[in-house]
């Protein structure tokens, strides 16, 4: 009995102590370089107790004296350790040889950068959001070769052009394809961003088919991790802007005055070189910029979140611009059992911007005469509507017989836009080998358009008032459904995927417009009607896909693809296309000889070709339109407006290109690609013979060739326990040429209805200008010379002469808006909390046509403007002898002068010091009463330094066509700002 009741009170003791908790503590650091592990998890295996380590890598946690603890980071591997009852583990954690930035998400699928065998590169989250802006075509300029971004606007909100590896399409130019947590299409929040992956090659691209011309953009959003506790993240960045006007400055009232003084013989009064309004500074203004940020993620159990809310706002430089927009986020994520998982997207955008009411404002800005001022004795502005001012009785010397300012006081443009989208995706592991996912999106967006010119003010084109109101609605349903299997056997890797894709859309439009309202009325029933214009178009598209992909010995890979699209864009015989592709790579770092090698830690050799479509056209272009715009006697007519074209089809991308990757120490990275794409059957409005009552139709004519060479380098140049030095930098080449056009035939593209062009020809960059060549200035008489071909009886040039008769000279190819390069850098430094970070872009050699000069630049034409000051190098012809860049002034121009000339054409060359932040991570000590994990603080500027000899405001011009655009352009656009900010980002 004594002995039993003695074994009953030691297994009691055994339980009690086996149950008792103790708390243990420690540090997680890298195996690499001994530096502390932030944000690392520490769980209790087997159970839902868990903890993160702090900015120094310390924990706490609290567990059975006889548990487990698994210490987890992403990129390292996982470590277990025992309690055994110890108060104090310090781990080490190892970084995992296929860590996760390995890992490149590519849509549809995922894959290990070892086994790619295509052009990519990824960028996380804080790479993207370095630089303040509302458009992520902004954030990535100058960070990834090959990818050219410009943007002409500093308009708040205004979106960047992407252009990835050339241009291949003359009128159905292609954007890239955004593909958001792995279905087509979609909407983001760029701090919501975890990686974005550009995808360059056809290899790459040809999975997304019709849609990939423009090459692909993977874009995956942040979620919570398996047993992750609780993070709430908050920043936010505030600060001011102010416009840069770069080398572009004009004249004050003295320096008109005496540039008056020689083309008038009336002489203007002399006190007018004492009035100096400065209309540029009555026109801009100091703009504030706010950007607040609050994220929360974790998971409880099956269920993982992450909920997100950003709020966006900017004040433009321009008066009454701005723009501002709230976006939220909400990520679930859930496992239904063992083997099948559910995520549950909804993204939600509301935009409102204002933009500048008309043209005119930009114009007067620039243009308006210092001896003119907007203001009245009283300080009110004054209503201009003629050549006298209705408050003194003076003249109002500028040509345009109108006061902006006053106005803008009335009038505007607004826009305001909602977009939500929700995604519903399932993921089933059938088997080991065997998986099923289907992703489903629902979006719906509208806006809503509305320019107001108030009947008080004084518009060129509405004498009394007009509003315009459009309305747009889209509604798009898809479904995105993916069998994959994965097999390994021996030294052999094998998987595949068989897709099926299918959606539509709804596209609803109405716009109405009016005149004639009473002052202040702004809404279109006290209006007179002036036009209406709507439609609702409904569109269809169906895909099917399969890839498969081939490994062996982790050495050779192989991956093909073929997709075949149909789209409702197209006629009913032509609506199928079909894009395969191929691709293979070499990893010969694997190979014996390369194994261990301490200097090349990492090679591999890289080879794709393959093909995609363009389908960027209007809806229903294969059919013959009538126009129901007129009418006869009180009955609506139909006049024919366009012609069939029953046979229209896809325009394609032949891309092939090989690459090398290689590292070398493990600190040296570099990227090589070079690459050839072939765009065929190019979607071309061709002329067509005046009989046929019709001037062109959308055919599939000519081709362009696009070759390039792209190199990507990053470099960790120090890294120590406190010190952290790493830069990067990309450069790409392209060269474009026209290949083919219908019946061998150039055609101009045309700003509008002026005479700025630019000559479609075969062998010819697609973005060729095409003017009368200057040569120079007269030095006897200073007269303008330009170039006159000498031909022989069949057309053949074998010469050339000067002319001062502009109608003489010849039209001729004088430069290329294309560049020879462009490319980007970053540099950053960090020590002991303190980090420095730069990032720049730069493009060489494009022609950029200065159109403002032939109105600001033109020698006397126009004396009711005011006129560009000489920038340094330039001189103006005073008497014989002279060598002077500008001709002799003369009232009402130098024998046409200031006419559309390669003149006005400049190198556009420029760097630009794109960021510089100085940050500071605060000491544990500082922030762990607040339960902060870490917290950092900035203060940055954008735009700071720009190195050009462009006599603009700025070289980075639009490289788009359009009606009122040609690539290389630059008008009176929009300037862009140099921003100052400050803000801070806290973990918790």
């Not at 998890?41 to 107790?49: F, L």
């Not at 398996?226 to 320096?255: C, H, R, V, Y």
């Not at 709020?311 to 099948?340: C, H, M, P, Q, W």
């Not at 008309?358 to 800005?365: F, K, R």
Request: charge should be neutral; proline fraction near 3%; aromatic fraction near 12%.
């Amino acid at each position: 009995m004594k002995n039993l009741i003695l074994v009953l009170c030691l297994t009691c003791l055994s339980l009690l102590s086996s149950a008792q908790s103790v708390k243990i503590e420690g540090k997680i650091v890298s195996g690499e370089d001994k530096m502390p592990l932030i944000g690392a998890t520490v769980n209790v295996k087997g159970a839902t107790v868990s903890s993160m380590s702090d900015i120094d890598g310390n924990y706490v946690i609290t567990a059975d004296a006889k548990a487990t603890l698994v210490f987890s980071y992403i990129s390292f591997k996982s470590v277990e350790e025992p309690v055994n009852g110890r108060n104090k583990i310090n781990v080490t954690l190892d970084p995992e040889t296929n860590i996760l930035e390995d890992i490149v998400v590519m849509g549809y699928s995922s894959m290990k950068k070892a086994e790619l065998s295509s052009a990519v590169v990824t960028l996380n989250g804080g790479q993207v959001t370095d630089v303040t802006t509302s458009d992520i075509g902004n954030m990535l300029q100058g960070k990834v070769a090959g990818v050219m971004i410009s943007n002409s606007s500093g308009q708040p909100g205004s979106a960047a052009m992407i252009q990835i590896r050339g241009t291949g399409s003359i009128s159905a130019a292609p954007d890239p394809l955004f593909v958001v947590d792995g279905i087509p299409g979609g909407s983001f929040n760029a701090n919501d961003v975890e990686t974005i992956t550009v995808l360059k090659d056809a290899g790459a691209t040809a999975l997304y088919g019709s849609a990939a011309a423009g090459g692909v953009i993977v874009v995956t959003t942040k979620k919570a991790l398996q047993d992750q506790p609780t993070k709430i993240n908050f920043k936010t960045n505030i600060g001011f802007k102010n416009a840069l006007q770069g080398n572009f400055s004009m004249m004050n009232g003295a320096e008109i005055y005496d540039v008056h003084a020689q083309l008038i013989t009336d002489q203007r009064p002399e006190e007018l070189r004492d009035r100096n309004f400065d209309w540029l500074d009555a026109a801009f203004q100091t703009g504030n910029i706010q950007n607040y940020y609050l994220s929360a993620s974790g998971s409880t159990g099956k269920l993982g979140y992450f909920v997100s809310t950003d709020y966006y706002k900017e004040d433009g430089t321009l008066r009454n611009t701005k723009f501002d927009r709230i976006s939220s986020r909400v990520n679930l994520n859930s496992k239904l059992a063992s083997n099948v998982d559910m995520n549950i997207r909804i993204n939600y955008t509301e935009n409102h911007s204002r933009e500048a009411s008309s043209y005119i404002n930009l114009e007067g800005a620039y243009g308006s005469m210092p001896w003119d001022n907007p203001y009245d004795e009283n300080g009110k502005l004054a209503r201009i509507s003629g050549d006298t001012r209705p408050d003194n009785g003076q003249p109002w010397y500028t040509q345009d017989k109108r006061n902006f300012l006053y106005n803008e006081q009335y009038n505007y443009a607004r826009n305001k836009s909602q977009d939500l989208v929700a995604d519903l995706q399932l993921n089933w592991n059938i088997l080991d080998w065997l998986s099923f996912s289907t992703s489903n999106r629902a979006s719906r967006s509208n806006y809503k358009y509305s320019r107001y010119v108030d009947p008080r003010s004084v518009d060129p084109e509405y004498a009394k008032g007009y509003l315009l109101n459009n309305i747009g609605m889209f509604s798009s349903w898809g479904s995105t459904n993916l069998l994959k299997t994965n097999n390994n056997f021996g030294d052999h890797s094998l998987s595949d995927m068989l897709g099926l894709e299918f959606g539509r859309g709804v596209d609803d439009f109405t716009g109405a417009a009016g005149t004639g309202m009473p002052g202040g009325m702004d809404g279109l029933s006290s209006t007179t009607p002036f036009s209406v214009a709507g439609y609702k178009y409904r569109s269809a598209s169906w895909s099917a896909f399969a890839q498969l992909q081939y490994s062996y010995k982790n050495k050779y890979f192989l991956t093909t693809s073929l997709r075949a699209d149909t789209n409702s864009r197209f006629g009913k015989d032509t609506r199928t296309g079909y894009f395969p592709s191929v691709a293979g790579s070499w990893l010969i770092s694997n190979e014996e000889f390369l194994k261990g090698d301490n200097i090349i830690s990492f090679l591999k050799l890289r080879a794709s070709y393959g093909v995609t479509g363009n389908s960027n056209i209007e809806l229903f272009r294969t059919m013959a339109v009538y126009a129901l715009n007129s009418s006869y006697q009180d009955k609506v007519g139909a006049v024919a407006d366009r012609l069939a074209n029953p046979q229209l089809a896809w325009e394609s991308a032949h891309m092939s290109g090989v690459g090398v990757d290689v590292s070398i120490w493990k600190r040296l990275h570099l990227n090589l690609d070079v690459y050839n794409i072939d765009n065929k059957d190019l979607l071309l409005l061709v002329p067509k013979p005046t009989s046929t009552g019709f001037y062109e139709r959308l055919e599939n004519a000519g081709s362009v060739q696009n070759r390039g060479l792209e190199i990507q380098i990053s470099s960790e140049n120090i890294k120590t326990k406190d010190f952290l030095w790493t830069t990067s930098f990309n450069i790409g080449f392209n060269k474009n040429k026209v290949m083919s056009l219908p019946n061998n035939e150039s055609f101009l593209q045309k700003y509008g209805s002026t005479s700025v062009a630019q000559q479609v020809k075969n062998g010819q960059d697609i973005y060729s200008w095409y003017m009368p060549k200057w040569i120079g200035v007269d030095y006897v008489n200073g007269d303008p010379v330009w170039e006159k071909l000498i031909k022989d009886s069949d057309g053949n040039v074998i010469g050339s002469e000067g002319t001062n008769d502009y109608a003489q000279a010849d039209l001729q190819v004088v430069g290329k808006a294309t560049p020879e390069f462009s490319g980007g850098f970053s540099n950053t430094v960090e020590y002991k909390g303190v980090g420095l970070h730069i990032t720049g872009n730069f493009v060489y050699g494009s022609d950029v046509y200065n159109y403002t000069r032939e109105k600001y630049d033109s020698d006397g034409a126009y004396m009711g403007y005011n006129m560009m000051s000489l920038k340094s190098g330039w001189n103006r012809w005073e008497k014989p002898g002279d060598v002077a860049t500008h001709p002799r002034l003369a009232r009402n121009g130098n024998k046409a002068s200031n006419s559309t000339s390669s003149r006005y054409l400049e190198d556009g060359s420029f760097l630009r010091i794109r960021n510089i932040t100085l940050s500071y991570n605060l000491q544990k000590k500082w922030i762990e009463k607040l339960k902060m994990q870490s917290c950092k603080l900035f203060v940055s500027v954008d735009n700071p330094l720009t190195f050009t000899k462009f006599s603009g405001t700025d070289p980075e011009v639009n490289m788009r066509k359009g009606d009122w655009s040609l690539p290389g352009l630059y008008t009176e656009s929009y300037p862009i700002s140099r921003q100052f900010m400050f803000g801070f980002d806290i973990n918790f």
